[in-house]
């Protein structure tokens, strides 16, 4: 059996270099709540597991004029923990809060669960509502590009050998902005989406919505960017002809398969009863009628 | 590969070990630092049996690398009691005979006392949400969050 070397670099650039010359697999740690589980499990068989934990950036929340940015192995629980976050940014905080138990978010991150690319993972749908943008560094430099060209399918990313995200970059939000992120499960904690549905809103003054992102997880082999969805939100105030073409543009551009957590078309039908609740909660929130948490 | 030496701090105490790459905290603590308090139920994150506090934050042990506790302080169960006199959430852990078999009791503890360092005057449904991936076998759920509730009283100085 071949032996497995760790490292806990302190620079992007040690990281990349430990990377690129990795002769075997090389994993990327962040909180590891799924990468050990697969090292166990025997899915993945490295030679080199390279901590970003100690790297500048990686762990941490910085706010840059009304924009935030949250460091790509950032602990769930510390990002929920955060009021700027929470107050802008209510549907991740949401998204992260669902993950697993207390003790997982101890140690879960936005970066671990957007390259772990399962498609129901539970902040990623929210990630690409936000628009949020992940800064990816590797030996060619910086690159930055919006979260939903990471995953390429389940397991599977867009990132080179050498390659990992350092941190994710959430815009300024306008007034009258805000998201929301909900999940089906069968109970209340600890399980897997059947659909997950985020939605970020922004609103004028009359409550007709100006700009909308939507997405929907679990029913495809990636988390969708669902166009059709925002495209009915847009212009309009969120009436019942709205919700019920939202409703209908959900379960149009839902792909799911029939699995033990759900059948196809069950999942279809609860993508657009989700999209219609979440739109509500990110409209009341952006509205100011909303504050708080949803579940 | 050699192994990997850690230097940390552990429940209040200097330790050091010598360690694999791809053995877990738990795997440290109970095969090699000898602290078998802490429980392997699942080895997979699920049910909270080897919950530990890192730098005062509540994980699964067995979803962290020996490796990663380099300079961390680690509060485990061992931990908990203050010298020969029980913790108040053990002691009413006790009281309101909160465990059954005992196999998730060392978790739920450190669990505990991880909900309320953050929050000493938790709801029901916060402990119950807060406590959701420590599994119980036995199901003695009710009990358990009675004696969180009694214990946070407790630890608020209120006579319970």
């Known amino acids: 059996m071949t032996s497995l070397s760790y490292a806990a670099p302190t620079s992007v650039d040690a990281a990349v270099k430990l990377l690129a010359g990795a002769s075997g697999l090389a994993k990327v740690l962040s909180g590891g709540t799924d990468l050990l589980i697969q090292m166990r499990a025997g899915r993945f068989k490295p030679e080199l597991i390279v901590d970003t934990k100690k790297i500048p950036g990686v762990i941490g929340i910085r706010e840059e004029n009304g924009a935030f940015v949250v460091g790509g192995g950032t602990p ?159 212009g309009h105030k969120l009436d019942a002809d709205t919700l019920a073409k939202l409703d209908a543009a959900a379960q149009a551009a839902a792909k799911p398969i029939s699995d033990k957590r759900g059948t196809a078309e069950y999942r279809k039908k609860i993508s657009g009863v989700l999209a219609r609740r979440v739109a509500q909660i990110a409209f009341d929130r952006a509205s100011g009628k909303a504050t708080g948490k949803t579940h | 590969m050699s192994k990997t030496h850690v230097t940390a701090t552990i429940n209040g105490e200097a330790a050091e070990f010598l360690c694999e790459t791809q053995q877990t905290m738990l795997d440290v603590l109970r095969d090699v630092v000898g602290l078998t308090g802490s429980k392997e139920g699942c080895a997979s994150g699920d049910c909270g049996a080897c919950s530990i506090l890192v730098d005062g934050t509540l994980v699964c042990s067995c979803l962290m690398l020996g490796v990663e506790a380099e300079g961390t302080s680690i509060t485990t169960i061992e931990g908990i009691a203050q010298g020969d006199h029980l913790h108040p959430i053990q002691q009413k852990f006790l009281e309101h005979a909160a465990l059954q078999c005992g196999f998730c009791t060392p978790g739920l503890i450190v669990a505990t006392k991880a909900l309320l360092d953050e929050n000493p005057n938790p709801t029901e449904t916060e402990a119950r949400y807060w406590l959701a991936g420590n599994l119980c076998r036995c199901t003695g759920y009710d009990k358990v969050i009675r004696a969180v509730m009694d214990a946070a009283a407790v630890m608020r100085g209120e006579t319970v």
């Open chain 1, 76 to 234: 769930g629980a510390v990002v929920e923990a955060h009021a700027g976050m929470t107050k802008a940014w209510p549907g991740v905080v949401e998204a992260l809060d669902l993950i697993g138990s207390t003790q997982v978010q101890g140690r879960c991150s936005l970066a671990g669960n957007l390259c772990n690319a399962s498609p129901a993972a539970d902040s990623v749908p929210a990630l690409y509502a936000a628009g949020a943008i992940a800064v990816v560094v590797g030996s060619n430099g910086r690159r930055e590009v919006p979260v939903e060209s990471i995953p390429t399918g389940p397991g599977r990313t867009s990132l080179a050998k050498d390659e990992f995200i350092l941190e994710f970059k959430f815009p300024a939000r306008p007034a009258r902005s805000s998201d929301a992120y909900l999940r089906f499960i069968p109970r209340t904690e600890m399980d897997i989406a059947v659909v997950g549905c985020g939605i970020s809103v922004t609103l004028d003054a009359n409550g007709v919505c100006t700009a909308a992102r939507c997405s929907l997880g679990a029913v495809a082999p990636t988390v969708l960017l669902v166009k059709e969805m925002a495209d009915v939100l847009i």
